[in-house]
């Protein structure tokens, strides 16, 4: 009966405390950057896209939202399409963490309610932007030993020339 | 043409009042949901119109403008007769309390407090009925549940308010609020008091005594098959019980429109609304009791108080002749 | 004062009539409901406030509230109308039918020779109730007591918990 009481004081209390609620559409919430919302691909500092659709972001997905295809310019490897469908997705940032050259990466924006539930799917051109997101520096092909043109083995960075294996000098 | 005349006065006395109570009760509904957000450390409905009020004209629309439906395995008659009986009722036993001497529909009636347990009695038919016309196995539980909560506090509050009659030695409300001019009774009649409200939010079956709806195991108990603007008859009704409820506690024991300085009727006001404040912040703070420990704590604490304070206040005044 | 008492009248004997005739429990149960209040209306206007705010409280508030209880509880369904239907036959209501129709005629002769005086218009306050109860029907009451502290005991002895191997 006596800890009702104080419930009830407790609870009359909370009324001269400062409201925690944001006023969303007229004040924004602050979103970390490292928030989970819409996915974006990413380009390196070059300019060139990063994804090199390894298909690990599409293997990851626990809903299967991802679909992507293969294709080769120049030694490089680039997605041919590459389709998320954001009416199943559940922002859960597998992706991101599958994703070995960082190239998708989930932004802080969830503003995208659509009429039509087709406009959710998004394509490539919808997906990719300009910038390099939350890892300016990184490029993958710069730092991985496969050779593409202007950059052959051995030339990357941290990277030691190729040993030549029929020299037996030490 | 005097006749006429008085009768003119009379309809348009009881008209006003109704509107103004179903205005009032409307709002409260707004009143709550902004209370309990700020007892929630949120703000509640504050988008529609300045501090959110026409929150109440949009709800309105939306019930009105809702398909009135009537489930095929209903008994329709009975299920549309039952939330007219839960507002009727209500509406009814307000008519019995005197703002002021003046502001009130029937303030002076003779036996108003035996009008507004007649009333509250008949109460328990629009949950009962709601329950039963649903033919849904959630609703029958919540109007079984309701029906025996509802006829046990009614005994509890008619007996807590029998202390107060007899002080009074009237049955009649204005009667009652002049024996309060120089003490409360409140102070003489503390326990009455307190089981009368616990009795008056049984009767309501307000949280935290909800058990007839009981959303975690009842779905919503009595009007779970209800939609549309008969939902909101119910809600309605709920409200105006609350203000019911709180005017009745302020005329019997708080001193009805007796203050200082201020108007009578905004002493009635300011006390009634802080009652109504209260229900709602008991609303937020306590959870649900069992069924079987609330039928408990009825009939084996809060009957043999009832008694007891009877008993007590009754030689009382036969001992202290000079008191009273 | 006298159309209120008519009317009053006049719905308490057609709510009964329907009372009788309903094959569901619950209509049936409800139309007694509404006899009741219309008594209780009919007390009012004879000068019997308390009587007619018991009449509510106590028949219409608790005691058919038990019995809409104890209904629902039942479940009773379409079978039970139809045997209620079944029993409904004229064999069985042309006799007291009759018989209340005597009745009626008897009253309604009355009335037309004027044979029934209008009510006094006293109003029986509830003072004068209660000195009632605790002067001249003294008895009455305590007698009344008995039997209700009786039922009370055995009603605790009939919802107590009955203990295991008792």
């Keep these: ?170 | 043409m005097s006749v006429p005349h008085e009768i003119l006065a009379g309809l348009l006395n009881i008209v006003l009042g109704l509107a103004f109570l179903l205005v009032v009760a409307a709002l409260l509904t707004w009143v709550e949901r902004r209370l309990l957000g700020f007892f929630q450390d949120r703000p509640g409905p504050n988008r529609v119109g300045p501090f959110g009020i026409l929150q109440v004209a949009a709800d309105g629309i939306k019930l009105l403008f809702k398909q009135d439906w009537i489930p095929p395995f209903a008994d329709a008659g009975v299920f549309v007769l039952a939330p007219a009986i839960a507002m009727v009722t209500v509406m009814l036993a307000m008519a019995i309390i005197p703002a002021t001497p003046a502001i009130g529909i029937i303030g002076n009636l003779n036996i108003g407090v035996l009008f507004f347990l007649a009333m509250s009695g008949l109460g328990v038919y629009s949950v009962v009925l709601a329950g039963w016309s649903s033919n849904n196995k959630f609703s029958l539980l919540g109007g079984m549940r309701a029906a025996a909560q509802m006829v046990s506090y009614e005994v509890f509050m008619g007996l807590a308010l029998l202390g107060v009659v007899m002080l009074a030695g009237s049955f009649n409300l204005t009667d009652i609020v002049h024996g309060q001019r120089h003490m409360w009774y409140v102070v003489p009649q503390f326990l009455g008091c307190i089981i009368f409200f616990l009795g008056g939010i049984a009767e309501t079956h307000r949280l935290p005594f909800d058990l007839p709806e009981g959303e975690s195991e009842l779905g919503a108990g009595f009007h779970t098959e209800y939609s549309g603007m008969k939902f909101g008859m119910f809600f309605v009704g709920e409200y105006i019980g609350i203000m019911l409820v709180s005017a009745m506690t302020t005329v019997l024991f708080l001193g009805g429109w007796y203050g200082p300085i201020l108007p009578p009727f905004m002493w009635f006001g300011i006390k009634t609304g802080l009652l109504v404040c209260f229900f709602i912040l008991l609303r937020a703070a306590l959870p649900r009791p069992r069924y079987d420990q609330f039928m408990a704590f009825g009939w084996k604490l809060l009957l043999p108080l009832t008694l007891l304070n009877i008993l007590v206040t009754g030689a009382l005044m036969l001992g202290l002749p000079a008191s009273t | 004062m006298n159309a209120t008492f008519d009317l009053s009248a006049i719905i308490a004997v057609l709510a009964t009539v329907m009372m009788i005739t309903r094959a569901s429990a619950v209509h049936a149960l409800l139309y007694l409901t509404v006899s009741l209040l219309a008594v209780a209306m009919v007390f009012f206007v004879l000068g019997a406030p308390f009587a007619a705010a018991l009449e509510v409280i106590i028949y219409a508030g608790a005691i058919m509230v038990l019995f809409v209880f104890v209904v629902m509880m039942l479940n009773i369904g379409d079978e039970a109308a139809a045997l209620e239907r079944a029993w409904l036959k004229p064999s069985i209501w042309i006799g007291p039918s009759v018989l209340a129709l005597l009745l009626a005629i008897e009253l309604g002769a009355l009335a037309a020779t004027g044979g029934l005086a209008r009510p006094a218009g006293v109003v029986v306050d509830v003072q004068a109730v209660g000195i009632a109860l605790v002067g001249p029907y003294m008895l009455a009451v305590e007698i009344a007591s008995f039997l209700l502290l009786a039922a009370l005991v055995a009603a605790f002895h009939l919802g107590r918990a009955v203990m295991k191997g008792a």
């Design chain 1, 1 to 170: 009966m006596l800890s009702s009481v104080r419930t009830l004081w407790y609870t009359f209390l909370h009324l001269f405390q400062p409201n925690v609620t944001v006023q969303y559409p007229d004040e924004m919430p602050y979103l970390a950057p490292r928030y989970r919302g819409r996915i974006v691909l990413t380009r390196d500092p070059d300019g060139e896209e990063r994804c090199v659709s390894c298909n690990l972001c599409a293997v990851a997905c626990p809903v299967d939202c991802i679909s992507l295809q293969k294709t080769e310019h120049e030694g490089r490897w680039y997605p041919e399409f590459f389709r998320i469908n954001f009416s199943r997705c559940i922002f859960c940032g597998f992706c991101e963490e599958a994703c070995p050259t960082y190239a998708i990466q989930l932004t802080p924006d969830f503003e995208m309610s659509e009429y039509n539930r087709q406009n959710l799917v998004y394509e490539k051109e919808d997906l990719l932007i300009s910038g390099t997101g939350k890892y300016p520096d990184y490029n993958f092909y710069r730092v991985s030993g496969l050779a593409i043109p202007g950059k052959d083995k051995g030339e990357a960075e941290h990277e030691r020339p190729p040993i030549d294996v029929r020299a037996l000098l030490p």
